[in-house]
């Protein structure tokens, strides 16, 4: 099976960085896509980045990459403010080995922006 482990969440003061990294592994032939979703409290789940995309609220304080010889995501955060708290979710798409594609979704860390 194939599992997403998220880590850099945390606690930050505003005007921080926080840095999230997102690690697939398991029985994976390629990923097609991955990125970065968060859900803030009442709030629906949105999309933050993936390699082509920004959400208006984080384009040019945000920044993804990604390193595909070790199917790892990244999301670089500056100038983070108290609107990005949430828990933020890694997503894959992925293709296994003998088998389909599916999509996956890591457990979410939580982001907390507060002074």
């Known amino acids: 099976q194939v599992q997403l482990v998220e880590s850099g969440g945390g606690l930050v003061q505003p005007g921080g960085s926080l840095r999230l990294s997102c690690a697939a592994s398991?029985?994976?032939?390629?990923?097609?896509?991955m990125g970065w979703y968060r859900q803030a409290p009442g709030k629906q789940r949105e999309l933050v980045a993936t390699?082509?995309t920004y959400a208006d609220s984080v384009r040019g304080r945000f920044t993804i990459s990604r390193d595909n010889a070790k199917n790892t995501v990244y999301l670089q955060m500056n100038s983070l403010k108290p609107e990005d708290t949430a828990v933020y979710y890694c997503?894959?798409?992925?293709?296994?080995?003998?088998?389909?594609?599916?999509?996956?979704w890591g457990p979410g860390t939580q982001v907390t922006v507060s002074s």
């Open positions: 390699m082509s």
């Open positions: 398991g029985s994976i032939f390629r990923s097609s896509a």
């Open positions: 997503y894959a798409r992925i293709q296994t080995v003998g088998a389909g594609t599916s999509d996956y």
